[in-house]
Nanobody
Framework: QVQLVESGGGLVQAGGSLRLSCAAS????????MGWFRQAPGKEREFVAR????????RYADSVKGRFTISRDSAKNTVYLQMDSLKPEDTAVYYC?????????????????WGQGTQVTVSS
């Protein structure tokens, strides 16, 4: 059983930056691909970014490409989401998730474990 704990959310002005962290425990971190998703009020949870087990391959939603960067530190069992040039439409609860399968996926049902989420609010 893998436990995931997100941190780093908060309130930021448009154009600003935040770095989210997700600490993993209870499993072999390198055995999981990791993803970030977000959910805005009244909307479905949507894919943001994914990083492979080795960290060599990353994928992004078109809406964040060029502004967000996903990375992982195996020594710290932590995955990060660096968010730059933030926009009000990035406001959401951000979740990290772990996927045991190496097959890249952007759907929530493919992920096996989820964190509790961290709120990101971007003011205009």
């Amino acid at each position: 059983q893998v436990q995931l704990v997100e941190s780093g959310g908060g309130l930021v002005q448009a154009g600003g930056s935040l770095r989210l962290s997700c600490a993993a425990s209870g499993g072999a971190f390198s055995s999981y691909a990791m993803g970030w998703f977000r959910q805005a009020p009244g909307k479905e949870r949507e894919f943001v970014a994914r990083i492979s087990m080795s960290g060599a391959i990353t994928r992004y939603a078109d809406s964040v490409k060029g502004r967000f960067t996903i990375s992982r530190d195996s020594a710290k069992n932590t995955v990060y989401l660096q968010m730059d040039s933030l926009k009000p439409e990035d406001t959401a609860v951000y979740y990290c998730a772990a996927d045991r399968s190496p097959i890249p996926s952007m759907v929530t049902t493919a992920y096996d474990y989820w964190g509790q989420g961290t709120q990101v609010t971007v003011s205009s």
